[in-house]
């Protein structure tokens, strides 16, 4: 297994062009999660999806949008780049209750982004 | 809204001393969960606690949940470089917003000889 997998590792933007991050999970996990981690704030909820089809706004969600694919994707898009989105951008995931899978969320590789 | 806070924000440390790291957080919630995150890396899960008065041990490190007073603490027990690292506490706040789990700002710690 994988787990989680994030794509781009790296990522250079100019201000305001777009982008899609990606994340897969290949656990069957129903929940999926993105973050953004800035020094001294530790990691701060954008988007997060209990199952296929459904999103909710986390802490920080403007500027983003996501997309739930499907039980195994998770993206977010920038659709005009600023920057104060550069950031360290973390998905993750979770199965359901009372599964051992809920216990932890599990976390992607991260996707370094800086926005010039 | 819930906030998460923990305390100290950095803590430096001789080796083989304790200390204790703090995590409060502002509204129900009976579940918290503990990870390790070293420079440049993702986030490794420590502990999960799942009630109140629950407690964790794993080496050098134990974990305790009191949910009425809405606290979690990370006990470090004679410290040793290799436990250098940010320590956050991530609460599940899922009795308010189902399924929203949210982070503390993380604790960086150094151990040094």
């Known amino acids: 297994n994988a787990g989680v997998t994030q794509t781009p590792k790296f990522q250079v933007l100019k201000t305001g062009q777009s982008m899609t991050l990606q994340c897969a999970q290949d656990?069957?996990?129903?929940?999926m999660y993105w973050y953004r981690q800035d020094p001294g704030m530790g990691l701060r909820l954008i988007y997060y999806?209990?199952?296929?089809?459904?999103?909710d706004k986390g802490e920080v969600p403007n500027g983003y949008n996501v997309s739930r694919l499907n039980k195994r994707e998770f993206s977010l898009r920038l659709e005009s780049a600023a920057p104060s989105q550069t950031s360290v951008y973390f998905c993750?995931?979770?199965?359901?209750?009372?599964?051992?899978?809920?216990?932890?969320?599990?976390f992607g590789p991260g996707t370094r982004l800086t926005v010039l | 809204e819930l906030k998460v806070e923990q305390n100290p924000l950095f803590l430096s440390m001789q080796e083989g001393k304790n200390y204790t790291i703090y995590c409060n957080y502002s509204?129900?919630?009976?579940?918290l969960y503990w990870y390790r995150q070293d420079p440049g890396k993702s986030l490794e899960s420590l502990f999960v606690?799942?009630?109140?008065?629950a407690v964790k041990q794993e080496g050098r490190l134990m974990a305790s949940l009191d949910t009425k007073a809405r606290l979690s603490t990370l006990h470090i027990t004679a410290a040793v470089h290799d436990l250098s690292a940010t320590y956050f506490c991530?609460?599940?706040?899922?009795?308010?917003?189902?399924?929203?789990?949210?982070f503390g700002p993380g604790t960086s710690l150094s151990v040094i000889p």
């Open positions: 999806s209990a199952s296929e089809g459904t999103t």
């Open positions: 991530a609460v599940d706040a899922s009795k308010t917003s189902y399924d929203k789990v949210i």
């Open positions: 993750a995931s979770r199965g359901l209750p009372g599964q051992s899978s809920y216990n932890e969320q599990f």
């Open positions: 606690l799942l009630s109140n008065g």
């Open positions: 656990m069957n996990h129903n929940s």
């Open positions: 509204t129900t919630s009976d579940r």
